[in-house]
Structure formats: C-alpha cells, structure tokens
C-alpha cells in the first residue's frame, strides 16, 4: 500500500455523536490514534499500535461498565465483538514489530475505519441509547 494514499477516515460529529459526552470523546480520541497509527513510519507503527491498544482496552473495559450499569441485553454479544477487535490489534502489532507493515497498514486503512463505523452505528448507538434511557 503507498503511504502517501489520502485517508479519508475521519471524526464526522454529524455520523459519530451518539450524544454521551464521555463515550463521544473516547470515541474521537479512538480515531485520533486511528489516524496516528496509519500515519506513523514504519519505525514508529508499533508504538502507536501501543497506545491505540491501552486506549481500546480502557474503552472497552469502560463500555462493559455502561453495560452493566443500564442491563443490556446485549452485553454478551457487544463484549465478545470487543474481544474479536482486541484480538486482531493484537495480532496487528505483532506484525508491525515483524516489518509486516504492509497489511498492517491496509488493515489499519480499511478494516478498522469500516469496523468503526459499524460497530458505532448498531451496537454502540444501542449501547447509548439504553444508557441514555436507564439514566436520564
């Protein structure tokens, strides 16, 4: 993949706010080191898959919280969905420190953006909209 391909994923307020204050600001700063991750040299993509995962873990973990907290119904299905993303990061760095950086990269470009906007859409608006009724 060439480094200098444009990316367009970015923070949308219009497609990501699901109107939660602390959820919405974990979710920028998850594309923030998104877009730091798929920027990075080659010698710096470990790295920042580092801080992208400590952030994804906290994220996660905080999510699970919420789950608990408002009793969704979902919380199963949400939380094995973290697992699975938290499994291929993993799997991502390991890569990144072997130089496989090539579909590292295209994983970071295109799995993850797509991923995102998915997850975001369907379990996490559901996430938040409970949340929201549960504690108004």
Known sequence: ????????FAWKDETHL?????????HREFVDLLLRAQRAPDGELAQCLDSLLDHT???FKHESGMMSACGLSS??????????ILGELGRMRARAE???T???RAYLVEAVPDWFRTHLATMDSDLAAK???AFP
Do not use: W
Not at 75 to 84: S, V
């Open 102 to 104: 090539a579909f590292v």
């Open 57 to 59: 873990r906290a994220h």
């Open 1 to 8: 993949m060439d480094r200098t391909m444009k990316i367009e």
């Open 131 to 133: 949340y929201r009724q």
């Open 98 to 100: 072997g130089s496989r």
């Open 75 to 84: 919380r199963a299905e949400h939380e094995a969905e973290h697992q699975r």
């Open 18 to 26: 699901l109107h939660l204050p602390e959820m919405d600001a974990t």
